[in-house]
């Protein structure tokens, strides 16, 4: 019994981040911008410094009404999610940071309502750039609300779902169309390459 006790002490102290994937650790916005630009070169597009809303479709239909079905054909598309580029320093800081003592990396990311490839896409990504072991630390879940962890490390400012008030802290990962936003308290991770995640684990570690 003591023994178990033990277990459950050690488990308590783990620090558990999950990790968003489209605009986090894969470059969603960028990657959308060179496939638009192939597949409708007769349609304007907006450079990213220049991006301001989440949602891709909201702020090109500022642009042109009717664009939608035509951005929905671009990340709908087989292959799209699989050819993500990686965002700088990522995939290195995340082997690095499931390597810390005390600490476990989940990556959390949603699959599109249009599940066809984005969720075996989702997998695929994972598996080449994290290695296989990384599949079983991957939850794809259209509501991240659910998910049980200290930290989530995510690019969407607003993340909604059934639990008002879920268990992890929202860090939210700078991106160019949330670098405006107000956050409203919460905390920003920057990029992958400063170093400054080291920092942002080891201060939710101290308040284990
Ligand atoms: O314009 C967009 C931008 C993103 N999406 C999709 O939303 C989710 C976001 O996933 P995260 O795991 O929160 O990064 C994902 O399925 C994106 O592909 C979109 O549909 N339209
Ligand atoms: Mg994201």
Redesign the pocket.
Known sequence: MAGRRGISAMAQKQLLVLV?????MAD??GH?LTKWKQTYPEEPFIALEDRK??????QYETLKEGLKPK??SV?QSKGF?RELPPIAGACDALKEMNEMEGVKVFI??????FYKY?STEKFAWVEHYLGADWINRTILTRD?TIVNGHILI???VK?KGAVDCPSWEHVVFTAHYNKHMNLRGKKRLDNWTDGSWRDLIMDFKKRL
């Open positions: 968003d994937l489209d605009g986090v969603f916005d959308f809303t989440f949602y891709l479709v909201d951005i929905k990340y999610f959390c990311s949603s699959p599109l309502f984005s991240k995510d690019d969407n993340i």
